[in-house]
């Protein structure tokens, strides 16, 4: 089916060359994101595309949602590395065309190739990993990953603005190029894979039709934030339902044909289910919180957009040491033990954010978000090396790329619902001070920001209506924490252990 796993082809890997390839190639595209963040608004302002700004991150987002799957099933069948090179291929592709485009609609062809290509970058790299590494130094590899891309997100605004500043902003895009093509030569150089010959079948109905669903699904949420539309708009109620009747349908689909896109019986797999409603629930109930929480820190706390974006620092301060240490106990201990525990102090937390006021100081945001890092770094690498370790290796790549899907479908949806509920919060809070505001200043202040020179007292009242609006956002936070805290019950009680091939691997490897 697919790949045919050399004899001890972990052995035959340089593994060094392997890791250092994905790590610059996933590095490289998760920068990606938060340069051209930055450098919005130089390009909107060349290409006179104020209209579609917000398309811009919508399509890329889209592109690697619904292609995700796919792209992993497609690795199932083909070749992890020969896929990987491909969606490398594409997202250098997506680079010429976005850094070259002369106009918005160029730009917006380019960013939707990139996030095909994007769609298999990570999923790949952790499939690769796992062919790679046996299972202690995957556990401690993984560990890893989820931190470090974090780490682009910090570096981005300072690459996005050095470019635009210093050189033009074509090289955001452009600048993908040289280092694409060295991690794709790294891995192409250290990575080695037989694939077996027999005839491949593709479920294209299933494709065509997950592809049609996912947008349904999507489109909801960049309409919404792109052009001022509600979730109970007539549109979005109707693409809602296309999407749940184009599921049903793939589902009918899927039950029949000779090799699905997405295999129905990983749903009779017990982690696959638990942590794909776990990520879901997780990335629905706390990526909107994060994303605002720099609009309270710069209107509330008053700091600078430099000083709210480093407060983050405090979550990494607790995440990459608790990975590091989960990665090392994930294949001694009970992994449901780990995040039972883990769990825990995502709700205490969030508890902590849920109080915040116009009088929280520094020190308590970075508390709770040391808290929140502690608790998270579990899932960093964790919930991937579980799944990876409870399907068949032929479908880790479709398995991994489904719990993925399911995590950027939650983060996707959540942080649309959780910017609604705060703008309509703070709209109504301010209601009771509109004739106290400049005029037309109270119907925008919710997504512009507390405007300057208003009295003291004044000021304090915004203040006070910003705060109490987050502190409802955070409460709805906390209770999807501790839904994922009971979630967590149902994972297996077991301990992460080698596979018998694995083991056969390194005993012909060893003889």
Partial sequence: MGIVAEKGSKQGNNKVLVLTGLLIGLIFAELDETVV??????????????????????????????????IGK??????????????????????????????????????????????????????????TYPLEQRAKIQALFGPLMILPQLLGPTVGGYLVGHVNWHWVFLINIPVGLVAAAVLAKGMRESRGEEKKYIDWAGAFTLVLALLSLLMAPVLIDNQDLSWSSPLIIGLLTISALLFALLIRIESKVKEPIIPLHLFRNRNVVVLSILVFTLMLGIMGGFALFPYFAQNVMGLTPTASGYLMFAFMAGAIPSSILNGFLITRVAYRNLFIFSFTLPIIGFYLLSHLSVETTTIYIIVSFFILGIGLGALFGGDNLIVQESVDKAHSGIALSTVQLFQALGATIGLSVFGSLLSRKIGN????????????????????????????????????????AFQSIYAISLGFVIVAFVICWFLKKEVLSKRVEEVESEIVASA
């Fill in 74 to 131: 497609m690795a199932d069948l083909y070749g992890r590395k020969r896929v990987y090179l491909y969606c490398m291929g594409l997202f250098i592709t997506g680079s010429i065309v976005s850094g070259l485009a002369p106009s918005m609609t160029w730009l917006l062809i380019g960013r939707g190739i990139q996030g095909i290509g994007a769609s298999g970058l990570m999923p790949l790299a952790l499939v690769i990993i796992g062919d």
């Fill in 37 to 70: 963040s930055t450098a919005m608004p130089t390009i909107i302002r060349d290409l006179h595309g104020l209209s579609l700004y917000g398309w811009v991150a919508g399509v890329y987002m889209l592109a690697i949602t619904m292609f995700m799957p796919i």
């Fill in 429 to 468: 809070g301010i209601l009771s001070l509109k004739d106290q505001l400049p005029a037309g200043t109270a119907e925008n202040i919710a997504t512009d920001g507390i405007p300057s020179g208003i009295a003291p007292e004044i000021l304090l009242k915004v203040q006070a209506s910003f705060s109490e």
